[in-house]
């Protein structure tokens, strides 16, 4: 049996192909990230069988890059609710709203899944040295993985990442180091100390090697066999550096040519703060690619990337699925985070609840109506991020009385 059915990495600017079997990083012809392809005629499984396994992120084994169960670095990540939001849905006129909560994942948020595979793959070809620039979610899952895997991890995040998410790294052990700049600052500085260094580093920051995407993707592949082997109408994404974006529409793309999945992709919506919305300008003014922004800041923390690298990659994921790409203040999607907690029992990650606003906005534009499925990605545990929440509640003398 085929465990994985990968073939061979693909750049997908300039079509150049490189083996898969050993450590790649960018393009060497024009920088751009590489994509794992797999060859589908050996993919023999099924929806029906894949039903009767281990739920987890590892059921979709075939369109994931590892060659063998005995290299599986795991915590038993994937597999997370896609949940009905009744209330929160006719709040916003969309009755049919779904929410999937990757808050639950075993490091709080989504990025459980990318350091899982990513991981995974690093220690098969050899890697015992990471290293990696994050604003804060990324670095705490490939941390927690890298110490379950028995590698060293080299994290470098904003001095101003969530307090969690440091915690996160320094209690798995990883060499935590603090940057007074942003994520793009960050991973200046950790590309520099790669290159300088003369010991086997492997440099695992967004989309500079091509696993962690795989990890990512299986949302898509999650949402589809929830629903039963079929596809929502719309996935609004929460977007920094956009890698599960991307992932989403390579997965859906893959389902779909295996036969799992008939019909148009959902519309992909990337959602992205005022402060920081490199990707919305870009897809405005039909460009391919995205300028940097300059003094970018926002409350959502984990979607406050200047530039991503694989902005071109989610233009063409928006574009080919006739999707859009909205900004949102930070203002809307606080008061969003606590209606939705109010109204659902949720509570979403502020990236997640950029998500909300930006449903809210795209039925008053008509881009969605009531007769759609929506659904929102939840990137991360709301609790990570608790200076969201202002909490104002009397305090009452032991020997005092309650009056309710």
């Known amino acids: 049996m085929t465990f994985s059915a990968l073939d061979h990495l693909e750049c997908p600017r300039c079509g150049a192909t490189y083996d898969a079997t050993v450590r790649q990083g960018l393009c060497p012809a024009d920088g751009s990230p590489l994509l794992a392809r797999y060859d589908l005629a050996r993919v023999t499984t099924d929806p029906r069988r894949i039903a009767g396994r281990a739920p987890d992120l590892w059921r979709y084994h075939e369109l994931l890059p590892v060659s063998g169960p005995e290299h599986v670095v795991t915590l038993g990540e994937g597999m997370t609710p896609l949940l009905p939001a009744p209330r929160l849905g006719a709040e916003l006129g969309l009755p049919r709203l779904l929410v999937k909560d990757d808050g639950l994942l075993p490091t709080g948020s989504f990025k459980a899944r990318g350091a899982a595979v990513g991981v995974s793959r690093a220690k098969e070809l050899g890697a015992t040295r990471l290293a990696m620039p994050t604003n804060g979610n990324a670095g705490a899952a490939w941390s927690t993985y890298a110490a379950r895997a028995g590698l060293r991890a080299t994290i470098a995040m904003p001095v101003d990442a969530p307090s969690i998410t440091r915690a996160e790294v320094a209690v798995t052990g990883g060499d935590l180091r603090l940057v007074d700049g942003l994520i793009s600052d960050a991973g200046a500085l950790i590309g520099a100390a790669v290159r300088a260094s003369d010991d086997d580093w492997f440099e695992v920051a967004t989309l500079k090697e091509p696993y962690r995407i795989e990890g990512k993707k299986t949302m898509g592949l999650e949402i589809a066999e929830q629903l039963g082997w079929?596809?929502?109408?719309?996935?609004?994404?929460?977007?920094?550096?956009?890698?599960?974006?991307?992932?989403?529409?390579?997965?859906?793309?893959?389902?779909?040519?295996?036969?799992?999945?008939?019909?148009?992709?959902?519309?992909?919506?990337?959602?992205?703060?005022?402060?920081?919305?490199?990707?919305?300008?870009?897809?405005?003014?039909?460009?391919?690619?995205?300028?940097?922004?300059?003094?970018?800041?926002?409350?959502?923390?984990?979607?406050?990337?200047?530039?991503?690298?694989?902005?071109?990659?989610?233009?063409?994921?928006?574009?080919?699925?006739?999707?859009?790409?909205?900004?949102?203040?930070?203002?809307?999607?606080?008061?969003?985070?606590?209606?939705?907690?109010?109204?659902?029992?949720m509570f979403l990650c502020p990236e997640g609840a950029a998500t909300v606003?930006?449903?809210?906005?795209?039925?008053?534009?008509?881009?969605?109506?009531?007769?759609?499925?929506?659904?929102?990605?939840?990137?991360?545990?709301?609790?990570?991020?608790?200076?969201?929440?202002?909490?104002?509640?009397?305090?009452?003398?032991?020997?005092?009385?309650?009056?309710?």
């Not at 008509?366 to 202002?390: K, R, S």
């Open 230 to 345: 079929r596809m929502p109408d719309a996935i609004l994404y929460p977007t920094g550096g956009g890698v599960g974006l991307i992932g989403i529409h390579k997965a859906l793309l893959e389902a779909r040519e295996l036969g799992w999945l008939e019909g148009d992709l959902p519309k992909l919506v990337s959602v992205q703060a005022t402060g920081c919305a490199p990707i919305v300008t870009a897809f405005e003014a039909g460009d391919e690619e995205s300028v940097e922004v300059e003094d970018s800041a926002t409350v959502a923390f984990g979607i406050n990337v200047p530039k991503a690298l694989g902005d071109f990659l989610i233009l063409r994921a928006v574009r080919d699925t006739a999707g859009t790409a909205v900004a949102v203040d930070d203002a809307d999607l606080l008061a969003d985070l606590a209606l939705t907690a109010r109204l659902e029992g």
């Open 357 to 404: 606003t930006a449903a809210r906005r795209l039925v008053e534009s008509g881009f969605l109506d009531a007769g759609d499925e929506v659904v929102l990605l939840n990137t991360g545990a709301g609790v990570i991020y608790p200076d969201t929440v202002t909490v104002d509640a009397p305090t009452i003398a032991k020997d005092g009385v309650l009056h309710l």
